[in-house]
């Protein structure tokens, strides 16, 4: 099994994000139903964030809650929290005030029912030097033991070879599905192994799509954030469906779901040479489609072949955020 700041998680993390960040959350109860049977199934690493949802009602919100009912639950989970957007100009701020800012509030926020085990800036702030930060991070919070480790988000390979030099690097949060392999190819996954860091997979579905529920843009709900996506919109959503068609098949042809395939396609990765640890982590809002994403299967390396040509042969149509949202920092 995997370990994260030397604790034992689960070969599949969960992804807190849908629970609390859109426009109609799930009820607390669904979500604690979520949350429960992600536990049950092994699912130990969860992953949140401050601006997941507002203030009032926010991965940490959620959290504070769950732990209370179940505080026998907080030993077992490894939680890492995203934060860092200074919510002024909503802009990612590595400065010591809103790193002291962020990580107080997202403590505080918990009320003391379960320490942060990561903290992880969701970008790289371009206009503070990383020294400054992690200084902060690392003097003021992992080693007074408020925090358990440091964790990088959403970054390229050059900022892991400069961060590892100044803090602990305990994990690094990057998108790797199916849709995007970009990591396996520009040298993020390679300097996480040359470090022996932990690759946290986020959408490892990519955002729903290679659940094969979305079969056309009008089933994006008319509130979601997808609809604002590169990937989603009409024209480039037609060339990806033939991806999620060929997904579909395979994973009939085996016997499992095309949620299942792509998730464990991330997982099976680990085991190829020059890699380092990866750990999908899905998100889902119901405890049936938990244990869906939780079931681990084991693809073959002739598998794993069958779908490297099939990669080979498809070109995702476009890239992963809108341009406003800043990525591989």
């Keep these: ?64 809650r769950y732990f209370e009912k179940y505080p026998e639950d907080a030993d077992k989970v490894v939680l890492s929290i995203k934060g860092g957007v200074n919510f002024s100009t909503h802009q990612t701020d590595g400065s010591p005030e809103n790193t002291r800012r962020t990580i107080d509030d997202s403590t505080s926020q918990l009320k003391g029912r379960k320490k942060i085990d990561l903290f992880e800036h969701a970008r790289r702030d371009q206009g503070v030097p990383m020294e400054t930060t992690f200084s902060t991070m690392d003097k003021e919070y992992v080693q007074t033991g408020k925090i358990g480790g440091v964790s990088l988000s959403e970054v390229r390979a050059d900022t892991i070879h400069e961060a590892v030099k100044l803090v602990k690097i305990e994990a690094v949060e990057v998108e790797l599905s199916l849709f995007s392999t970009e990591v396996l190819e520009n040298g993020v996954a390679a300097a996480c192994s040359q470090y022996s860091i932990p690759l946290v997979a986020y959408s490892p579905l990519s955002r729903g799509f290679l659940t094969g529920e979305i079969k056309s843009f009008d089933d994006i709900p008319k509130d979601s954030m997808l609809r604002n996506f590169p990937r989603f919109q009409p024209g480039n959503f037609e060339i990806n469906m033939e991806l999620v068609q060929q997904v579909k098949d395979m994973a009939t042809k085996k016997g499992c779901t095309s ?36 079931k681990l299967v084991e693809i073959s390396e002739e598998e794993m072949k069958e779908i490297d040509e099939t990669l080979g042969k498809f070109k995702t149509a476009g890239d992963r955020y809108p341009g406003s949202i800043p990525t591989d920092t």
Excluded at 44 to 59: H, K, L
Aim: hydrophobic share 40%; proline share 8%.
């Design 259 to 294: 949620a299942q395939l792509a998730i464990n396609w991330v997982r099976a990765l680990s085991k190829r040479p020059g890699m380092p640890a990866i750990i999908p982590i899905p998100g889902a809002t119901t405890a049936a489609r938990v244990e869906e994403n939780s």
């Design 1 to 64: 099994m995997p370990q994260l700041v030397g604790k034992e998680v689960g070969a599949i993390g969960y992804g807190l994000m849908g629970l609390t960040w859109r426009a109609n959350p799930c009820s607390q109860e669904q979500a604690f139903e979520a949350m429960r049977a992600a536990l049950k199934n092994g699912n130990n690493f969860w992953n949140g964030g401050e601006f997941y949802g507002p203030p009032e009602y926010n991965s940490l919100v959620l959290l504070e």
